[in-house]
């Protein structure tokens, strides 16, 4: 069955650094991959999707690669800021599903100032 | 971006009663909505798929009679927990697409947080 891993260890950064963290699968080969942002008690933000064909995006200080030969996907927060603060959850469509989304755990970030 | 409103942020409520959670988007029409549940510190799981004029279509493990689907018109999908008891205590998220959006985005509900006590 489709599997997907997240670190789910807390990476704590210092401001001003760049934060990757990574998201890996198995069983399975997406058309895409989301990642979002969820805040303690909040539903989850979309921040960026990138599709099979692409292999790397980029939104203002985000940029997100897809590697489909390792199955893995990076995240990378450029000029940390505490703001940044929060989990983020790597998302693949089901198999057969397309809008239908499987949630990795979600890697708790933190920056201190 | 689209918006998701759902109600009521937090419920509690005693074991044995129902508890129904309302999901809608304002700004867009939503043939689709899906139903998550999220347990501290562990991934949303999602629970069902709730589509517009249809039965909603269930994932394995979850019991439809227990977690009543309805979405009866575009823009609004209640879920509601019969016979809520405290294994259900639980963040229960709604999220739908809107036509036109980047393809498979998800717009998410604040969610609902469920104490049966």
């Known amino acids: 069955s489709q599997k997907i891993e997240q670190n789910s260890e807390a990476l704590n950064i210092q401001e001003g650094k760049t934060a990757t963290l990574t998201c890996n699968y198995t069983?399975?080969?997406?058309?895409?991959l989301q990642w979002y942002r969820q805040d303690p008690g909040r539903g989850p933000v979309f921040l960026l999707l990138?599709?099979?064909?692409?292999k790397e995006k980029r939104k203002e200080r985000l940029k997100v690669t897809f590697d489909t030969t390792l199955k893995q996907s990076l995240f990378h927060i450029t000029a940390s800021q505490p703001a940044d603060s929060a989990t983020y959850l790597c998302a693949l469509p089901f198999s057969g599903g397309y809008n239908k989304l499987i949630f990795g755990a979600g890697t708790r970030l933190a920056v201190h100032p | 971006g689209a918006v998701v409103s759902q109600h009521p942020s937090w419920v509690i409520c005693k074991s044995g009663t129902s508890v129904k959670i309302e999901c809608r988007s304002l700004d867009f029409q939503a043939t689709t909505m899906f139903w998550y549940r999220q347990f501290p510190k562990q991934s949303l799981m999602l629970m069902a798929t709730s589509n517009e004029g249809s039965k909603a279509t269930y994932e394995q493990g979850v019991e439809k009679d227990k977690f009543l689907i309805n979405h009866a018109s575009l823009t609004l999908s209640t879920l509601t927990v019969t016979s809520a008891h405290p294994e259900d205590s639980s963040f229960y998220i709604c999220s739908a697409t809107a036509s036109g959006g980047v393809t498979g985005e998800l717009f998410f509900g604040e969610g609902s947080r469920l104490t049966v006590l």
């Open positions: 990138i599709r099979e064909n692409e």
């Open positions: 069983n399975y080969s997406p058309a895409y």
